[in-house]
């Protein structure tokens, strides 16, 4: 992971924990493989609605 991603993602996770949010390990996985294009945006935001039906 690049070093500006890693600050973007630990900025991320501070903010929403201030508001009560918390990501998963499962999750970080997965914001990170967007990032560094691994999956598109399309297949990201698949991804997270199927996440959010179960």
């Known amino acids: 992971m690049s070093e500006k991603w ?6 991320a996770k501070a903010t929403n924990a201030i508001e009560g949010l918390y990501v998963t390990p499962e999750e970080e ?3 990170l493989s967007n990032l ?9 935001l698949k991804i ?3 996440m959010t039906k179960s």
Do not use: P
């Not at 890693?6 to 900025?11: G, P, R, S, V």
């Not at 560094?36 to 990201?44: A, K, L, M, R, S």
């Open 36 to 44: 560094e294009g691994h999956i598109t945006d399309e297949e990201f």
């Open 29 to 31: 996985v997965l914001i």
């Open 48 to 50: 997270v609605k199927d």
């Open 6 to 11: 890693e600050k973007a993602i630990k900025y």
